[in-house]
C-alpha cells in the first residue's frame, strides 16, 4: 500500500550521462517535491509543483529539472551529471491548507554517478 | 525561503534519560512545524508536528513546544530508549506549502 513510490532504488549513471528519477503517488495530493539529500545532511528542497504551477528554489542548479505530466507523476531529470550529483533523491507529497499539511515521503532513490 | 536552524547537531544520552533538540525559523508566516525521524538509509518518517495556533503537543514519550514569538520550537524525548537512536530533522512550513528542513541532530541513546 505504497502511497509515494519512487523508481529505481538506486540508480547508477556515468559523469554528463542523463538521468532520470521517478516518483508516483496514489494520494492525490496537489503538490509534489523534489528533496536532495546528501550524506549526514538535511533534505534540501529542489523544487516542487502545486498542480501544475512549478516552483524552483532559487539555489537549484540548472542542470536539474523536472516534469510533472499529471496529478499522479513527477519526474527530475538531471541533464549532465556531476560527482557532486551523488546523492538520495526523495520525492515528498503534500495537500496544504485544511489540516492536511503532512509529508509524506517515498523512500528515495540513491544515485550514483561513476 | 525559510531558514531553520537546529542544535545540537549530535547529542549522545543514557538509557532512560530525556534528550531535547531545539530549532529556530526565520519566516514569521511558517504555522506547520513537523519533526522527522531518520534512520540510516531510510526515508524521514513524521514522529510529531505541531500548528502555530498551540504551544505544547505531546504523544508518549515525546513532546514538542513552539515560541511564536521568539520563532523556536522544541522536540523533549523523555525516557529514551536505544531505538530512539537516529537522526532527527525539524523543519517549517507555510500552510503546509514548502517545508523546509534544519540541518539534523545524530541522536545515539548509550544502553
Known amino acids: 500500500d505504497a502511497m509515494v513510490i519512487q523508481n529505481p532504488r538506486y540508480q547508477v549513471t556515468q559523469f554528463g550521462k542523463p538521468v532520470t528519477l521517478s516518483c508516483s503517488q496514489t494520494?492525490?495530493?496537489?503538490?509534489m517535491y523534489w528533496y536532495q539529500q546528501k550524506s549526514s545532511q538535511a533534505p534540501k528542497l529542489l523544487f516542487h509543483?502545486?498542480?501544475?504551477?512549478?516552483?524552483n528554489e532559487a539555489d537549484t542548479p540548472d542542470n536539474f529539472q523536472s516534469r510533472r505530466p499529471n496529478t499522479s507523476f513527477c519526474f527530475l531529470d538531471i541533464r549532465s551529471p556531476g560527482l557532486g550529483d551523488a546523492a538520495m533523491y526523495l520525492c515528498a507529497t503534500s495537500t496544504p491548507g485544511q489540516g492536511g499539511e503532512k509529508l509524506f515521503f517515498g523512500s528515495g532513490t540513491q544515485l550514483s554517478v561513476l | 525561503g525559510e531558514n531553520v536552524e537546529q542544535h545540537p547537531s549530535t547529542l549522545s544520552v543514557q538509557e532512560g534519560d530525556s534528550a531535547v533538540i531545539k530549532c529556530t525559523y526565520s519566516?514569521?508566516?511558517?504555522?506547520?512545524f513537523p519533526w522527522y525521524k531518520q534512520e540510516l538509509g531510510k526515508r524521514p518518517q513524521l514522529i510529531i508536528d505541531i500548528r502555530s495556533n498551540v504551544g505544547e503537543k505531546k504523544d508518549q514519550r515525546i513532546a514538542v513546544t513552539l515560541n511564536k514569538t521568539a520563532k523556536h520550537f522544541s522536540l523533549h524525548i523523555t525516557e529514551t530508549q536505544p531505538e530512539d537512536s537516529a537522526v532527527y530533522f525539524c523543519?517549517?512550513?507555510?500552510?503546509?506549502?514548502?517545508?523546509?528542513f534544519g540541518t539534523g541532530t545524530s541522536l545515539t541513546v548509550i544502553p
Open positions: 494520494l492525490n495530493h496537489n503538490v
Open positions: 519566516d514569521s508566516a511558517s504555522n506547520y
Open positions: 523543519a517549517a512550513s507555510r500552510q503546509g506549502n514548502q517545508f523546509y
Open positions: 509543483y502545486y498542480d501544475k504551477d512549478f516552483n
